[in-house]
């Protein structure tokens, strides 16, 4: 099962995903997508690791997360846009293969057994970005959310750390 949690920086996606796999597992999976490219970014990634305490198992995954020993998991993926990235590097900038290689991940993640709790950005609510390159990647987000929202059993859009639900799971 996806739940898709989106939002803009600082809105509280993360904290909100991490209760959230905290209230459905003692020992939830984190799995980080992402690859530290300056100090900042590593100071940034430290303060997530202090939020989470022992009870939280963590992996790295640039690319192929569903190869991960997650089966059967409870786990937050944190986060698109940074799993992203890393496909638009390696394609040389190319939206349709980055595009299709994530998508593939998405659905080898849905054939899994688990709760995959699926964490992105809203880039296409700011200003446009002001070069090519910025553009194709805020087009390529915009997809690929609009992908893992489909597929997600549950979408919510965090705004000011308050969830506003957009689609909610079916109960029995």
């Avoid at 992996?59 to 569903?66: D, L």
């Avoid at 937050?76 to 496909?87: E, G, H, S």
């Avoid at 590097?89 to 080898?108: G, P, R, T």
Wanted: glycine share 6%.
């Amino acid at each position: 099962m996806i739940i898709y949690i989106s939002g803009g920086v600082r809105s509280g996606k993360s904290s909100f995903a991490q209760q959230m796999a905290l209230s459905l597992s003692a020992n939830p999976v984190y799995v980080a997508t992402a690859k530290i490219w300056d100090e900042d970014f590593r100071k940034r990634v430290e303060r997530h690791q202090q939020e989470r305490g022992p009870e939280w198992i963590n992996f790295e995954g640039y690319q192929n997360v569903a190869d991960l020993p997650i089966e059967d998991k409870v786990v937050v993926i944190d986060c698109v846009t940074l799993w992203l990235t890393n496909f638009f590097m390696d394609f040389d900038n190319s939206i349709e293969k980055s595009l299709s290689a994530f998508k593939l991940e998405i659905d080898q993640l849905q054939n899994l057994p688990g709760t995959f709790i699926i964490i992105s950005n809203e880039l296409g609510m700011g200003l446009h970005a002001d070069n090519e390159v910025g553009r194709k990647f805020t087009d390529l987000q915009g997809w690929a959310n609009q992908y893992v929202a489909n597929q997600a059993e549950e979408a919510i859009f965090m705004v000011s750390g308050l969830p506003l639900y957009l689609k909610r799971r079916q109960s029995c």
